[in-house]
């Protein structure tokens, strides 16, 4: 009966569990074994060999009261830092075998330990406290994982949590002092700034007011201006109607002086030619009074052109006339009769068998009036 129970107990024994999110790793008379069991139900020699339940999950490690000395002096200790780590399950075995099931330890709690000593003497305690407190969570973090990797653990760092650290009672109080004064600075600067901002809007307004009534008064002036364009415009259009009706009378007017002046004319030469074309047309009055005046200074002087030259024209047409009345009228015969006419006034009788020889006949000679000699 006791070999039976003996034997049970034995067996209980090599029977274990292995839980969700955990490897399990041997040991046989001290030696880790090579083996590595899933989760489940396992078995081993009893008494003989050992096992552990090595998590490969998250897990959050938390280091304690870590004292911390700064640059000045100031001990000052953080309650806690929470790392939240895991250990890769293809490491686990290489890890346990190095640094034991207790791994976290040598590159968690040893190394916040020793990051934080290192940070702390490197900077003084406003840095520590207040300055950088905010980038020492990212640093530690960093410096951690560098490690890991460099020594191949298989641990990764997920994320550290730090808490503000504690710092002496006195050393506080100073801190709220300034804290204090700081608060009331902000306040006062807050408040110059809320001045600073109602006179930039008092400015922006009065800026804003002034650029309205600048471009009020542009638009009245552009407005002003146009009106003053088109006044101007009709002003202009008025006097160009008025000097086109001008022109458009003096037009009239010349062109009835031209009329007048060319019945005139047909009158003249109907009078001359009324008396047998002896008379001529002694002149030919005024040619062309005015003639459009474009420009008033224009057409008159046109006019006074055209007047000289009517008068010319017709002083040279009536010495012409004359002249071919002339010529009509003084023929060889008529010469003639007129020779005869004068010798007859001034005629002395000879009688006798001898008369002078040089008694005088005219002749005309092609044309032309020649004396001949007249002979018995």
Known sequence: MALVIGAAILIGGGFHQIDEGHVGVYWRGGALLDAVTEPGYHTKLPII????????????????????????????????????????KDHAHKTIKLYGVNY???????????????????HTLQEVYIDMFDTLDEALATALQEQCDQWDTGVDIIAIRVTKPKIPDAVMHNYLQVTE??????????????????????????MVAAQRESEVAKVNADREATVAIIDQQRETNVSVIRLLKEVKEKENEAMKASIETQMQVDKAKMQAAAEAQVSVIRMETELKLKEAEARKASIDNQIYVDRQKAVADAAAYTIRVEAEANKLRLTPDYLRLALYQSLSNNTKIYFGPSIPSIFLDWATDNGQLTLKQQHD
């Not at 976290?104 to 490197?122: A, M, R, T």
């Not at 902000?186 to 109602?198: P, S």
């Open 181 to 206: 004064e700081k608060t009331k600075l902000l306040v006062a600067m807050q408040h110059q700034q809320l001045v600073q901002k109602e006179e930039e809007t008092k400015r922006m307004s009065a």
């Open 49 to 88: 060999t050992t096992f552990a339940n090595v998590q490969v999950t998250l897990q959050t490690d938390v280091v304690r009261n870590i004292p911390c000395g700064t640059s000045g002096g100031v001990m000052i200790y953080f309650d806690g830092i929470e790392v939240v780590n895991r250990l890769r």
């Open 104 to 122: 976290d330890k040598v590159w968690i709690f040893d190394k916040i330990h020793h990051e934080i000593n290192q940070f702390c003497s490197k």
